[in-house]
């Protein structure tokens, strides 16, 4: 069976600091990948999606970047930190695309202070 | 552009007691809908989805979807709920792509 891990759990930042959380699909090859952003009473929003290893899609302009380096592996990254960049952080898979259920990770609660 | 709105922020309703959570969309073109449910400090997981076929979807612990083209709603509904529904729900619409959108998402808050 497919499974997503996620690391961190959690997160405790200063401003201005780099980032890295990854994401890790076993089970499956090929996958959609997508990470996600939870802040407060906003939803999700999507910001990167990658359809193989180094294709990366952004959906949201910010400090943020992410990279697929290998088939099953996604990684957030940032080289400083604001306070907005504060939030949960989800990563999630897909196998087919259009229609296609996306299966999350648990997550990354990151705080930055 | 694809939107989704969930009208309610939160809804309390006592346990055994139907419930139903609105969702609304926007789209120009065909869509597919979703509904994901968080536990706190957890990933989403699947309640449901319709692709096409019949507008009734059943789902994983009891809920239900009915898909109403004509006044663009994906309503999700569970005859008796129990303490253990208290989440976050959320509606979410893809279209030609597999980009998926989500509304703001609905707190159930379940009371004994």
């Known amino acids: 069976s497919q499974t997503i891990h996620q690391w961190p759990a959690t997160l405790v930042q200063p401003v201005g600091s780099p980032l890295s959380l990854e994401c890790t699909v076993e089970g499956t090859s090929n996958p959609n990948l997508y990470w996600y952003r939870q802040a407060a009473g906003r939803g999700l929003q999507l910001l990167f999606y990658?359809?193989?290893?180094?294709?990366i899609s952004s959906e949201v302009p910010q400090n943020l970047s992410a990279s697929r380096p290998q088939d099953r592996q996604f990684i957030l990254s940032s080289k400083k930190l604001l306070l907005s960049d504060s939030g949960f952080y989800l990563c999630a898979w897909s196998v087919t695309g259009v229609g296609d259920t996306q299966y999350f990770g648990p997550g990354t609660r990151l705080t930055v202070l | 552009a694809q939107s989704v709105t969930q009208l309610d922020s939160q809804v309390p309703v006592f346990e055994e007691a139907p419930v139903e959570l609105r969702c609304n969309y926007s789209?120009?073109?065909?869509?597919?809908l979703f509904w994901y449910v968080q536990y706190p400090n957890q990933g989403l997981q699947l309640l449901l989805k319709y692709l096409s076929g019949s507008t009734l979807v059943k789902g994983i612990n009891g809920f239900e979807a009915e898909f109403n083209k004509s006044q663009t709603s994906f309503h999700l509904r569970k005859p008796s709920v129990h303490i253990s529904d208290t989440a976050e729900y959320f509606c979410a619409v893809s279209g030609i792509t597999d980009k998926l959108i989500f509304g703001t998402g609905t707190r159930l808050q379940v009371f004994p």
């Open positions: 990658s359809v193989g290893i180094g294709q």
């Open positions: 789209s120009s073109v065909s869509v597919y």
